[in-house]
């Protein structure tokens, strides 16, 4: 008896410890994503180039370029149009619905492909930008 017990318990603890936390599973889900998938053409001016998962902020962070078009510092991007065609996006995005759920940020940053390391947009949401 005092085997099966012992047994028992060592199997329920190596089950449990085998388990991966939310935040890991995220983190490895987003890490395996990208290098299956990026970059990725969205449009023809725009490639998402990864998704990171910043585990000290709990933010989603989507690393993108604009192309062609897109990237020519002559067109000025209106922040507040391109925010709220981000957070619409953001919120009809059912596949996020765990991450929404779990209160997690959501972070896009835009470089230019003909000058690279050139920002030319960045917005972030919280949970109360993407639930109001």
């Known amino acids: 008896m005092k085997k ?6 060592i199997l329920l603890s190596v089950l449990t ?6 935040e890991k599973r995220v983190e490895r ?3 395996e994503y990208t290098e299956k998938n990026c ?6 001016t725009i490639t998402m180039d990864s998704c990171v ?3 000290d902020s709990h933010t989603l962070h989507f690393y993108y370029r604009f192309l062609g078009a897109m990237d020519n510092d002559s067109i000025e ?10 957070l619409e996006a953001l919120r009809n995005e059912t596949s996020f619905r765990e991450y929404k759920e779990a209160g997690y940020s959501f972070k896009y940053t835009y470089f230019s492909d003909k000058q690279p ?6 917005t972030n949401f919280v949970k109360e930008d993407y639930n109001n």
């Open 4 to 9: 099966v017990f012992l047994s028992t318990a």
């Open 53 to 55: 998962f910043e585990a």
């Open 117 to 122: 390391g050139h920002l030319r947009y960045e």
């Open 39 to 44: 970059p990725q053409v969205i449009t023809e």
């Open 17 to 22: 410890g085998c388990q991966e936390s939310f």
């Open 77 to 86: 991007l209106k922040s507040d149009a391109m925010r709220k065609l981000l």
């Open 29 to 31: 889900t987003w890490r």
